[in-house]
Nanobody
Framework: QVRLVESGGGSVQAGGSLRLSCTVSEYTYSRRCMGWFRQAPGKERETVASIYTGGDSTYYADSVKGRFTISQDNAKNMLYLQMSSLKPDDTAMYYC???????????????????????WGQGTQVTVSS
């Protein structure tokens, strides 16, 4: 069972920055989908950013492009989300998620939607005040 633990959430004023971290328990797959999602009250969970470690390709929601940066540290099994120029609309619970890709799998790997991920953390709250 893969465990993910998010940290780094908090309250910040609009225009501020936060860095979210996600610790992933020991994982055997060298290729992974890793991503950040968020869910605001009364809204569906949405993809914020994701990365496919097999090719270092990244995906960003249009609403966060140019403001958020996803990164990883394989040696430490860590995933990060650097958030800058935060807006009140960024207020949400933020979740990290992952899925391992077996070595025998050679088809295209998509890492963009909730369905592309298997393991989820409990979330960390981000609140941006105006």
């Amino acid at each position: 069972q893969v465990r993910l633990v998010e940290s780094g959430g908090g309250s910040v004023q609009a225009g501020g920055s936060l860095r979210l971290s996600c610790t992933v328990s020991e994982y055997t797959y060298s290729r992974r989908c890793m991503g950040w999602f968020r869910q605001a009250p009364g809204k569906e969970r949405e993809t914020v950013a994701s990365i496919y470690t097999g090719g270092d390709s990244t995906y960003y929601a249009d609403s966060v492009k140019g403001r958020f940066t996803i990164s990883q540290d394989n040696a430490k099994n860590m995933l990060y989300l650097q958030m800058s120029s935060l807006k009140p609309d960024d207020t949400a619970m933020y979740y990290c998620a992952t899925r391992g890709i077996p070595t025998w799998y050679t088809d295209y790997v998509r890492c963009e939607t909730e369905d592309d991920f298997i393991y989820w953390g409990q979330g960390t709250q981000v609140t941006v005040s105006s």
